[in-house]
């Protein structure tokens, strides 16, 4: 799947002439862009595999964020900034636990208290900690070390000059390397080993089986031994430090400091992400990088590339509408409906030389929507999802 869009990619590229579509800076940004919203979509992903609905994600981010600046700032060290953000991101998950598992409280309302208490609990301990230190301040911390960069050696150099030529295929899988192998976090690195970790401990051990069990039934796990308290704990417990380690990253790879409103609605994103991944480490990863790579276009200034996008979208809608017509399932209005949206957004392409700057600005979100409406009808949550656990009701 993943080398069909990039084909696509590559005709786009070819059709429309606009090289930021793959080149290795685009690749590169859409890692940066990304990462923080993986992060949080992973975080989602282990409390609803739990059977916990967790929208707090977004204050577990602000409070990983106002950990690595503290635990980087007065240690001098990067790797301790890590550390605080785990664990200020976890300590987030362990208040959201408490609340869900042990007393009950409405999921959707014990994330949203999460979320209004991080950032005025942020801007207090910012108001403590950071006001008298030098560049800080009760909306910022000063600036922090910064973690170690990796490249694969010797292909950086090679690849730049294959990529400039812009020949098909060859120049553009050139940037694609170039963009995943050169200069990169080593946060990065580690970030993007999560995803394959994760989808190794849920599927591939007993821990990840109990976990699942916990999500879909929990009185039958229970009638098999599994505790499910404890299991629901763990795995929301780890949310709340995976959505952590996204605010990490944008505190001290996205930035050089911590910054009120750095998270900017990215846990919210991320939510949307892993819904679009249907619960799943590598859907969670493809909806990831549509966000990011929408999102890095438009940062660019790649404005000719973001109105490219028109045409794949178009496409998409198109392919879609011959889908939901095959016998098996005939939805005729459904195909009607993207055959005129796809029609519609064909002509605007031809039509039009660029986008207006409003809509280019939120091409990420109005992408994510657009995939998460069509991606709807094959979705499938964890079946106690969102539901109260009590011992030995179930009997």
């Known amino acids: 799947m993943l080398g069909g869009v990039f084909c696509a990619l590559v005709l786009l590229r070819v059709i429309t002439g606009e090289t930021e579509i793959t080149s290795s800076a685009s690749v590169g940004t859409t890692l940066a862009l990304g990462i923080p919203i993986g992060m949080a979509a992973l975080g989602g992903l282990w409390a609803e595999r739990a059977g916990v609905v967790n929208i707090g994600l977004e204050g577990m981010m602000i409070f990983g964020t106002w950990g690595a600046a503290f635990g980087a700032y007065f240690s001098g060290n990067p790797w301790m900034g890590l550390l605080m953000g785990i664990t200020m991101g976890a300590l987030g998950g362990l208040l959201h636990s ?52 990796i490249s694969v050696p010797g292909i950086g150099g090679p690849l730049g000059d294959l990529e400039q030529h812009h020949w098909f295929f060859v120049s553009d899988l050139a940037g694609l390397v ?45 009638s098999l031994g599994v505790r499910v308290y404890t299991m629901k704990y763990v795995a929301v417990i780890i949310s709340g430090g995976l959505a952590g380690i996204g605010g990490v990253f944008l505190a001290m790879v996205g930035s050089a400091q911590y910054q009120e409103g750095q998270t900017g609605g990215r846990g919210f994103i991320g939510l949307a992400a892993m819904i679009f991944g249907n619960w799943r480490p590598g859907g969670l990863a493809l909806g990831t990088g549509l966000f990011g790579y929408t999102d890095a276009l438009q940062q660019r200034g790649a404005t000719g590339a973001v109105h490219a996008l028109l045409l794949v979208v178009a496409v998409l809608l198109f392919a879609y509408a011959v889908w939901v017509l095959l016998p098996a399932r005939r939805r005729v209005y459904h195909a009607l409906f993207a055959l005129v949206s796809g029609g519609a957004l064909l002509f605007w392409y031809l039509a039009t030389d660029e986008l207006p700057k409003e809509i280019v600005t939120y091409s990420p979100h109005i992408t994510t929507l657009l995939v998460l409406s069509l991606a709807s009808q094959r979705l499938r949550m964890p079946a106690a999802d969102g539901l109260v656990y009590r011992r030995g009701e179930g009997h």
Do not use: M
Request: charged residues 15%.
């Open 98 to 149: 408490v609340a869900t598992v042990t007393f009950g409280v409405d999921h959707i309302v014990s994330g949203v208290a999460i979320n209004i208490l991080a950032p005025g609990a942020a801007r207090y301990l910012s108001t403590l900690f950071f006001v008298d230190e030098r560049g800080g301040g009760a909306t910022q911390s000063p600036a922090l070390p910064q973690f170690p960069k």
């Open 178 to 222: 170039r963009g995943l192998t050169t200069d990169l976090s080593a946060l990065t690195v580690i970030a993007i080993a999560l995803i394959p970790l994760t989808w190794f401990l849920l599927w591939r051990t007993a821990f990840g089986l109990r976990i699942r069990s916990c999500g879909e039934n929990p009185y039958a796990a229970e």
